[in-house]
């Protein structure tokens, strides 16, 4: 079965820097993507950055700011959050791709498997 359990998130100022971590089981984690997306209160879901053998993709509104990144050994994936807004607010979520990995994938249908979110506030 798989699952994924996102940590790390809280309530922090604005400039101030947030780790999240997914921990990923129920499947042979280092072939895949994984992504992280967030839904602020009132909007959609949107696509924030992913990685994979072929590399990482960012959303433009967290490019400079935040990095993606894993460790296959700890099947676990990061989200590393500097220099934090307040329209950074949502609930980060952690996903699976565990199909092929043929490109960057940015959608929340490209994905299999979703974690429960993490609440991040970033207070001005």
């Known amino acids: 079965q798989v699952q994924l359990v996102e940590s790390g998130g809280g309530l922090v100022q604005a400039g101030d820097s947030l780790r999240l971590s997914c921990a990923a089981s129920?499947?042979?984690?280092?072939?895949?993507?994984m992504g992280w997306f967030r839904q602020a209160p009132g909007k959609e879901r949107e696509f924030v950055a992913a990685?994979?053998?072929?590399?990482?993709n960012y959303a433009d509104s967290v490019k400079g700011r935040f990095t993606i990144s894993r460790d296959n050994a700890k099947k676990t994936a990061y989200l590393q959050m500097n220099s934090l807004k307040p329209e950074d607010t949502a609930v980060y979520y952690c996903?699976?791709?565990?199909?092929?990995?043929?490109?960057?994938?940015?959608?929340?249908?490209?994905?299999?498997?979703w974690g429960q979110g993490t609440h991040v506030t970033v207070s001005s």
């Open positions: 990685i994979n053998w072929r590399g990482e």
């Open positions: 996903a699976a791709r565990i199909r092929g990995v043929y490109g960057p994938y940015y959608a929340s249908s490209d994905y299999d498997s």
């Open positions: 129920g499947f042979t984690f280092s072939p895949y993507t």
